[in-house]
T-cell receptor
């Protein structure tokens, strides 16, 4: 069965510092991979996605993520965090070849210190 | 382009009352999803439709919950009778078959049952 693990429930970083949010997945083949962001009181917004090809994926707001098949990981990174990045981040996997739903991780809440 | 539109955005109702949440997916999208988000359980898929047909409703918690999609541009999620434990944010989302499971979320309906 597919599953997604985000091991960090809450992370605090200083503004301007680098960020890495971890995501590990369990799936029998290479899935579709996604990162979404949710600001307080808002819906989920797609940051980036990996389908195939280059394993380093660029997204919106200066985020990137790297798919590492050997580690079953899809970690999200940003070189310099801004206060407006404070939000909750969700990693998700989807099964290739089906039009089913996405399986979401529990989320990582990011706080940014001035 | 309009995104996924949900109504109401906020609802407070008394236990035992019927609640109906509404969703208009993105025009042209042929898959529609209802998710529930709570602090304890995170983001859970309740049901999803493909071409207006329910494909997987295994996430619907009990018979008090029902969902319909009478046409490609409208869906409802109904709770009857409502209970305090149904208090959550309910998200509707939609996707296009050819988009590789990229799901676009609405802003959510924030339900409080007292």
């Amino acid at each position: 069965a597919q599953s997604v693990t985000q091991p960090d429930i809450h992370i605090t970083v200083s503004e301007g510092a680098s960020l890495e949010l971890r995501c590990n997945y369990s799936y029998g083949a290479t899935p579709y991979l996604f990162w979404y962001v949710q600001s307080p009181g808002q819906g989920l917004q797609l940051l980036l996605k990996y389908f195939s090809g280059d394993t380093l994926v660029q997204g919106i707001k200066g985020f990137e993520a790297e798919f590492k098949r050997s580690q079953s990981s899809f970690n999200l990174r940003k070189p310099s965090v801004h206060w407006s990045d404070a939000a909750e981040y969700f990693c998700a996997v989807g099964a290739r070849g089906s039009q089913g739903n996405l399986i979401f991780g529990k989320g990582t809440k990011l706080s940014v210190k001035p | 382009d309009a995104g996924v539109i949900q109504s109401p955005r906020h609802e407070v109702t008394e236990m035992g009352q019927e609640v109906t949440l509404r969703c208009k997916p993105i025009s042209g999208h042929n898959s529609l999803f209802w998710y529930r988000q709570t602090m304890m359980r995170g983001l859970e898929l309740l049901i999803y439709f493909n071409n207006n047909v329910p494909i997987d409703d295994s996430g619907m918690p009990e018979d008090r919950f029902s969902a319909k999609m009478p046409n490609a541009s409208f869906s409802t999620l109904k709770i009857q009778p409502s209970e305090p434990r149904d208090s959550a944010v309910y998200f509707c989302a939609s996707s296009l078959d050819s988009s590789g499971n990229t799901i676009y979320f609405g802003e959510g309906s924030w339900l409080t049952v007292v």
